[in-house]
């Protein structure tokens, strides 16, 4: 790809010069992708982040030459970080090469299944195969090792899709659709494959008579409402949807959603709504190269009419509104980016991928990044087997103010990393550019960016994170697609929190992911301040992680929290376990699904101690912290007071007169309460 872009490319380039002395124009998002064509988006919103699926089709390629399917995420719509081939073909045994066409992914249970389009090497037509994963990107594997329907030349295009019942449904089909229901191992079906009666009222007439559908169902259900989206209408495609109020018709033509435009005679939808916004994914031929066989994935914001109808969708350059700015004084992985031109990624020995094959004058633009206060300086991880280059660091077009420029040294190997760093003069928000500079050939590789200054949250020594959503999310997201948004209405210390609305579940928050400064087996000390506004509301803050197949979720602390009082959950020198990958730490309710803040979230390292006792809630006596009062909180309360509380919510308990210190007195108060001699401790008394 990267050949054919800079060609071409560098041709614009050369005849923009030719006519006229203008700046070089600010690109935006759409294609998201530049790095390769990508085709047959794929949209799903998991643990607050929009991952998009998509084909690959070949460099230069005559026809539909797709060797693999690749996954894009972002949180913010306009910054896409690439996480490459999730799912190649050759997964896959009994199927041929590069036919990997149309998939979809959708999660069940904590489990991935991609649901793809083959053609299998024993012939007979084109087969639906099904893969699993317990991540949304992968790895991947052949869930079933021969197909899940077909091999028949009309079955291309998997959409699939789990009703509120739980029946999942697997439509698919070219020129018809056709569906079939899935059983809840989502790797077989009840029921034989049905041919979709394609009446006219249901799916609309072309001007020779014939239906409109075409092929690429996506399929979905909004309130009450069961919609078929498809590429309809013959070549050049468009798309149009027909909707139905149950999950197997009666269907109703509803029209077209997007006119055919952009280079590409298919087109190939996707919709999915994400953190309140509705967004329509599809394909065009509209980067440099592009056409039928060379597309590029883009997206669009869209807004329901009132009726539930779609409105009409135009292709546009710009992609969606940013939905929050980056945060640069975190480690940002480089090949998450909003355009770049020239470079290519590839899988870093750190993990993830890095931006490759740079030469003079390529660029990657980060949209939006807030630099505060102000930054002053930016550090990398850079690697280069030859003699390195510069990388100049400009705000707000590629050929913008420069504010600082790093030196990259060869390191002997294009993964041997070295941090580098200068010293750069910047504040507020700008689109950022990485303008990379030096002789001719491959200059380096570069894996990690970030900056620090005076914008920066200052942490105290052996603090990892401090998030206080004074001035962004950093890195704190929906889990399982809720709303969180920073808001003045409440907060813990300073001005700002993280409200957390929109939930249907105990189980969505607010959620991270722990970023390599933590690592399996160490330990570490986590906090986090929530309060429920409304309801008295017992938080978990807990980690989640995989290990081998499983997911896994672990309590780190626990705590009611009285409505409208702020706790602190807190996990001193908490221990993540051996061999645990893809760490987040989240928090979530017991139960419920009211509306939440959550604060001064924090991760630090072993032996810090982040207790705040002010604000940790502790019922007077129940040492154990069972939500009773008993015995055992006695013999509790007598072992941490000749030996320390394991706990400082265990010793809060223990302190039943509430003077802030557990003495003997303490114990007494808790041997009349079981007695009952008293029937409250003195703080509740008062
Ligand atoms: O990408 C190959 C085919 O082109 C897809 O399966 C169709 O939906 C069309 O986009």
Not at 160 to 182: H, R, S, T
Request: some cysteine.
């Amino acid at each position: 790809m990267k050949k054919t872009l800079r060609s071409a490319a560098a041709l614009m380039a050369a005849a923009a010069l030719a006519l006229s002395s203008a700046p070089a124009a600010a690109r935006a998002d759409n294609p998201l992708v530049q790095t390769s064509y990508t085709s047959d988006p794929a949209p799903l919103v998991y643990d607050g982040v929009f991952y998009m699926y998509t084909g690959h089709d070949a460099d230069g390629a005559k026809d539909y030459v797709m060797p693999d399917w690749k996954c894009f995420s972002s949180t913010d719509m306009q910054n896409w970080t690439d996480h490459g081939t999730i799912l190649p073909e050759s997964t896959f045994a009994w199927a041929g090469e590069n036919s990997a066409w149309a998939a979809q992914c959708i999660e069940r249970d904590g489990k991935f299944y991609m649901y793809v389009t083959v053609v299998p090497k024993n012939g007979g037509g084109r087969a639906i195969g099904v893969a699993v994963a317990d991540s949304p990107i992968g790895p991947f594997k052949d869930a079933l090792g021969k197909p899940l329907c077909g091999p028949d030349w009309a079955f291309i295009d998997p959409t699939v899709f789990i009703d509120n019942d739980g029946q999942a449904y697997l439509y698919f089909g070219n020129p018809n659709p056709y569906y079939v229901k899935l059983n809840k191992d989502m790797i077989s079906y009840s029921g034989s494959v049905t041919k979709v009666d394609m009446t006219p009222e249901g799916f609309g007439s072309k001007a020779d008579g014939s239906r409109m559908y075409v092929e690429g169902p996506w399929f979905y259900r909004r309130g009450d409402l069961y919609y078929l989206l498809y590429a309809a209408n013959g070549i050049p495609e468009n798309i149009a949807y027909s909707t139905a109020p149950g999950p197997t018709g009666p269907w109703t033509y509803r029209g077209v959603i997007m006119p055919s435009e952009g280079r590409s005679f298919t087109n190939h939808c996707g919709i999915v709504d994400y953190e309140g916004h509705s967004y329509f994914a599809y394909h065009n031929g509209d980067l440099p190269g592009g056409n039928g066989f060379q597309r590029s994935v883009c997206v669009e914001e869209f807004t329901y009419n009132a009726d539930g109808t779609i409105p009409t969708i135009k292709m546009s350059k710009s992609g969606p509104a940013q939905l929050r700015p980056l945060d640069p004084f975190q480690k940002t992985e480089a090949e998450c980016f909003c355009w770049e031109e020239g470079i290519e990624t590839e899988s870093c020995s750190e993990g993830g991928l890095n931006i490759a094959n740079i030469e003079n004058g390529d660029y990657i633009k980060i949209k939006g990044v807030d630099f505060g206060d102000g930054a002053d300086t930016f550090t990398a991880s850079v690697a280069s087997a030859t003699s390195g280059g510069k990388i100049e660091l400009r705000i707000d077009k590629a050929d913008g103010e420069l504010i600082g420029t790093c030196d990259v040294p060869g390191t002997d190997g294009w993964q041997s990393w070295q941090e580098v760093s200068t010293q750069v003069e910047v504040s507020g928000q700008h689109d950022l550019y990485m303008k990379f500079t030096g002789e001719s050939g491959f200059l380096f590789n570069v894996d990690w960016w970030k900056f620090s200054g005076a914008g920066a949250p200052v942490l105290e020594e052996g603090v990892l994170f401090h998030s206080t959503f004074e001035r962004s999310l950093d890195s704190w997201s929906g889990r399982g697609g809720v709303s969180v948004e920073r808001s003045a209405d409440a907060f813990a210390k300073g001005e700002k929190s993280a409200f957390v609305s929109g939930r249907t579940g105990a189980w969505q928050g607010v959620i991270r992911k722990l970023s390599k400064d933590f690592q399996p087996g160490e330990s570490y000390s986590f906090s986090a301040m929530a309060m429920s506004p409304e309801e008295d509301t017992k938080f978990h803050l807990t980690l989640q992680y995989t290990l081998g197949e499983d997911v896994i979720y672990k309590k780190i602390d626990s705590s009611l929290a009285p409505a409208g009082q702020w706790v602190q959950l807190c996990g001193n020198d908490f221990q993540l376990p051996e061999d645990a990958q893809d760490m987040y730490v989240y928090v979530e309710t017991d139960e419920g699904d009211e509306d939440f803040y959550a604060d001064e979230l924090i991760g630090a390292v072993s032996g810090t101690d982040l207790a705040e006792p002010e604000l940790i809630y502790a019922l007077p006596g129940d040492v154990d912290q069972n939500g009773r009062i008993s015995v055992f909180d006695l013999i509790c309360a007598k072992e941490g007071y000749t030996e320390g509380f394991s706990s400082p919510r265990r010793s809060k308990s223990a302190d039943t007169d509430g003077n802030g210190e557990v003495v003997l007195n303490d114990l007494v108060l808790l041997q009349r309460y079981l007695l009952g001699s008293i029937s409250a401790f003195p703080d509740s008394m008062n």
